[in-house]
């Protein structure tokens, strides 16, 4: 079955600590991944995608990401965390053997950055 | 500047009442879609639209309902059917067209409460 994970409800970081939120993912194809942040009361926004090619992604506002096929990962790091970066973060991610294509949602990880 | 717009912000509902929510976006995307998103749970796919006079049900359809009878509008109908309708709306547009590669870009939602 496809499913995205979000192992942590909350990640904890000081102001320029690195920082990551991690994402694993179980789909049938080849997935295509994206990261979207949500602040309260607001949309989401898109932060970067991987389709294909370079495993390493960059994205706004200084956030990357790694695509581990063999471990079937997408972490999303930042290298010195900022307090506006806290938020809600969403992983999702898309089955390319899925004629759907409809995105499949994680729950969220709610990033708190610490002064 | 292109974007999508969800109104009202807030809405409120009384028991046995439908009610419209509205979506409208410049950004000329052939994709719309409906979320909805509840507390400590990722997003949740009404409805969505891949082109004009034509809409799929999502993964959890009952109780709501939608037209897409212009480019630029997806309304979203919460008819007295759908007995838990307390949530946050999101409404997404994609310029994909069932390829599953692009983005969505979200509107700031709309908050519905019951009476």
């Known amino acids: 079955a496809q499913s995205v994970a979000q192992p942590e409800d909350q990640v904890n970081v000081a102001e320029g600590n690195p920082l990551t939120v991690k994402c694993t993912y179980s789909?049938?194809?080849?997935?295509?991944l994206f990261w979207y942040v949500q602040y309260p009361n607001r949309g989401l926004q898109f932060l970067l995608k991987?389709?294909?090619?370079d495993n390493l992604v960059k994205g706004s506002y200084g956030f990357e990401a790694e695509f581990n096929k063999s471990q079937t990962s997408f972490h999303l790091k930042k290298p010195s965390a900022l307090v506006s970066d806290s938020a809600l973060y969403f992983c999702?991610?898309?089955?390319?053997?899925?004629?759907?294509?409809?995105?499949?949602w994680g729950a969220g990880t709610k990033l708190i950055i610490k002064p | 500047d292109g974007g999508i717009t969800q109104s009202p912000k807030y809405l409120f509902r009384k028991e046995g009442q439908n009610v419209t929510l509205s979506c409208e976006q410049n950004?000329?995307?052939?994709?719309m879609y409906w979320y909805r998103q509840d507390p400590g749970q990722g997003l949740r796919l009404i409805y969505y639209?891949?082109?004009?006079?034509?809409?799929q049900k999502g993964d959890i359809a009952e109780g709501y309902s939608v037209s897409r009878e212009k480019k630029e509008s997806f309304p979203l109908t919460v008819t007295s059917a759908q007995k838990n309708p307390t949530a946050f709306y999101l409404c997404?547009?994609?310029?994909?067209?069932?390829?599953?590669?692009?983005?969505?870009?979200f509107g700031d939602g709309t908050r519905l409460s019951i009476l």
């Open positions: 997404a547009s994609s310029s994909d067209r069932g390829v599953g590669n692009q983005p969505q870009h």
């Open positions: 950004l000329n995307h052939d994709a």
């Open positions: 639209s891949q082109i004009v006079n034509d809409f």
């Open positions: 789909v049938s194809g080849n997935p295509y």
């Open positions: 991987y389709i294909t090619g």
């Open positions: 999702a991610v898309r089955d390319t053997m899925d004629s759907n294509y409809q995105l499949i």
